[in-house]
C-alpha cells in the first residue's frame, strides 16, 4: 500500500476533534506506512499546546512518533525550496510536501495551500454547525 503523509492540519484536526476528522483517520490504517515531517510534529506540538496543554501535546506525540518521523535533510530541504518558488507555498508547507514526495508518499491536507498539487489528497475544511 502507498505512504502517507498527513500535514498539521490533518492531525490537529484528528486529534482535537474536528469535523473532517473521520475522514484522515481513513487515511492513516497502517501506522508502518504513515510519514511524518518533523516539521508536523513542531506545529502539531505548538498548537496543542497553545489550544490544550502540554500533556495533551505529549499524548498526541505518542501517536504521531507511530509513524516514521522524518527530519528534512539536504534533498528534502533544496526540493522545498524549489516547491515553494514554484508553487508560491510557505516555508513550513513546502518542507512538509517535499518530506511526502521524498517518500513517494500521497499528502493529505485541509490547508487550501496545497489545492490542485500532485500527490495531494486536498479536503475542504469543514466547520461545526
Not at 481513513?26 to 513542531?42: C, E, F, H, P, Q
Not at 508547507?93 to 521524498?102: F, G, K, P, V
Request: a neutral charge; proline letters at 5%.
Amino acid at each position: 500500500m502507498k505512504p502517507v503523509c498527513l500535514d498539521s492540519s490533518a492531525w490537529i484536526e484528528i486529534t482535537h476533534n474536528g469535523t473532517n476528522a473521520n475522514v484522515f483517520l481513513k487515511a492513516l490504517g497502517d501506522m508502518n506506512r504513515v510519514i511524518v515531517s518533523t516539521i508536523t510534529l513542531y506545529e502539531v506540538w505548538k498548537y496543542t499546546v497553545v489550544n490544550a496543554d502540554e500533556s495533551r501535546a505529549r499524548q498526541i506525540m505518542d501517536v504521531l512518533l507511530q509513524g516514521m518521523s522524518v527530519p528534512p535533510d539536504a534533498d528534502i530541504s533544496l526540493n522545498a525550496a524549489q516547491l515553494s518558488i514554484g508553487h508560491k507555498t510557505a516555508m513550513a508547507d513546502s518542507l512538509i510536501y517535499a518530506t511526502a514526495l521524498a517518500h513517494k508518499a500521497t499528502l493529505w491536507t485541509q490547508d487550501n495551500d496545497f489545492e490542485g498539487l500532485p500527490h495531494v489528497k486536498y479536503i475542504p475544511k469543514t466547520r461545526k454547525p
